[in-house]
């Protein structure tokens, strides 16, 4: 691939394919002509000063070439990373539009950049289908895989061209951009395929977007792009970084944050997020008659000469064996790329082989991914850590020397428990192997024994609590320590967080930081407690100024007033009882003191409900702290009593459309995983495919377990479930460190 690429690329490929070079000389020569074009078109239209005489020509032809000059700026600087003009300049230039547009908004552009800034929808993004089904691809894992592929297509189609057009298997969100006459119109996800959601507005804040194709056109009637949407690693740590600074939440991954931003009904927040949207395909396409487009590498041509970005070092393939050089050069190369990736994709060069080839039920036969096993990498263990739980637990987690892994630097690793720690055998001080797929928590699969030191420490798990030194418990057939010391200030600082969290009151304004704060100073000590603090002694707490303080004293007030039973029975953090549960058991009982006094049989009378989660309750209700903090909330008049509603109606589905499938023995019995699971949206498979995303391990899985790691698909544990149903995707990779909901004794 040549360096003087306009588009991304990476270093020499070294890669001896009969490869096409994009044209990129003729694309920087268009360039300079139009980069000329708009210095031109600004100093022709520039106005006489305000107070004299301008035509309403004149200002339109200045609008028009404002508009032109932005879009222009807007391309070199957001696609091709080439900016001409100073953020200052861009800014005169942007205010003098907006001026000009708030004089005669009778001649505002609807395409004009000043349009990129969004907006609030009100209500829910609106469904549409697409014209042409958006497929998804098949996977090979192998070269003897890739050989069969190309063996079945030449069966299919024997005088197929043997040249593929390949590029990186980007992981992002699919995206379709409709053009018409060159114009955007609207914009879709890719949903299930045949139906996305409509994200025209979101979509046009993107900065790599064209609103208007770029050239002289004629361009095709009806252009569907498709793409992906995604965040370069870059700019997604720079973005943690000022989210952690401003004591927000961090974001899981890219991916996750792409998809989020995406779908904010809120466009102004899309606006701020540097997402990009990189072209690779089309769904219908009118080509002129004058011009049809023959080729996939004709294709990516056209899109960059429209001023999309394309994914990085895409190239021609002459020959299978090419694709294989190529897709092997990509996988070592991976951390390398801008964007997480997750494989590369090999797609029939010729457009007639393409569509004579067509479709299977599930994914083209002209076009494979190949997909790259989870990463993994090797990195030191130095020390291991005991975080405490809100229900006590006490979970071991690798401090390790920080390493990207798929993007992410991990410096925190789980190890689930005890018995994880011996049967893996990892000692401190071990050279360790660390894996992460996809939004699964970052763990430790062993350690390198060739490279043990002769110090290494195999691990005494402690016998008591890190933080209140109690002594912790491991119940027979449990794999879990616990402290159960219901006033360890660990236990409690995790349960107060828990109360105020979105699974609890919901209380926004009460952040974690504050949280930490007035328990660590003492003044709040059980969640009753925060209902009693004045905005007189908050002043006194860090970044809190008088009317923030009043905020956060309303906010409590507000939630004192409107929490529902169900969201107060969820706050409790009663072990097993998260938000579903708490609905259904909102809905089966008047109030709390109803539910304080329901016996065994009752409880497990109640479809969610087995004999764990009733003991569970029980045992709740029958702690003396915790009937005190009962009390303390009926004399605060936080007491609800049951809704009229549904325990259904409002329940939010976190897994809609999401596919996972359980495996090896659960804690609770299967049937109610696959309830819990099919109640949040989710759809239970019968066994592993590539269509599965998640795989619920429990003890001992069997062959399901090895085929999904073959095929590279999530693998959960039972925790790792349950943390999806309480819809916490969102969360740092529910990692340990993220500090949502451990408490380390560091
Ligand atoms: S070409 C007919 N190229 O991966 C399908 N797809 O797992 C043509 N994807 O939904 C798609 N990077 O959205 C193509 N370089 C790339 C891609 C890519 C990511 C997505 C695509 C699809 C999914 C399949």
Redo the contacts with the bound molecule.
Sequence with gaps: MKKESTQLSLLETGVNTQEKALPEIEKKASLAAASSAVRRGLEESALPPEGQERTDAAVQARMRALCAALEHHNYLYHTLDAPEISDDEYDALYRELTALEADFPQWVDPHSPTRRVGGALLGGLAKKRHRRR????D?VFSADEWRDFVERMRRALPDAPTAFWC??????L?LEIVYEDGELREALT?GD?EEGEVVTEAVRTIRTVPLRLQGEGPFPRRLEV???VVMFKKDFAELNARREALGQKLLANPRNAASGALRQLDTTATRQLPLRF?A??TGEADWTPASPCISQHDLMERLIAYGFLT?PD?RLCASPAAVEEYTTWVREHRQDFPME?????A?QDNLEAQEALG?TAR??R??V?FKFPAEQVRTVLRRIDIQVGRTGALTPVAVLDPVPVGGVMVSRATLHNEDEIHAKDVRVGDTVIVQRAGDVIPEVVGPVLDLRPADAVPFDFPHVCPICHEKAHRPEGEAVWRCENVSCPAVRLQAIRHFVSKSGLNIVGVGEKLVTQLVESGRVVSPADLFTLTPLELVHYDRMGESLAQRTVDALEEARHTATLARLISSLGIRHVGEQTARLLASAFADMDALAAADEETLCALPDVGPEVASSILGFFDTPANKQLLERFRELGLWPVRAEESAAADAPRPLEGVTVLFTGTLSMPRGRAKQLAEAAGAVVLGSVSKKLQYLVVGDDPGSKLDKAQKLGIAVLDEAGFLNLLQGSGDVQDTAPDAGEESVSNR
């Design positions: 958006m497929y998804g691809l996977n590029d990186p298997k980007l992981d992002g699919a890719r395929g498709r793409g992906e990189l690779y395909s994914p895409g990736i997750d494989g590369a994709v797609k479709f994914a083209p002209f076009a991914a």
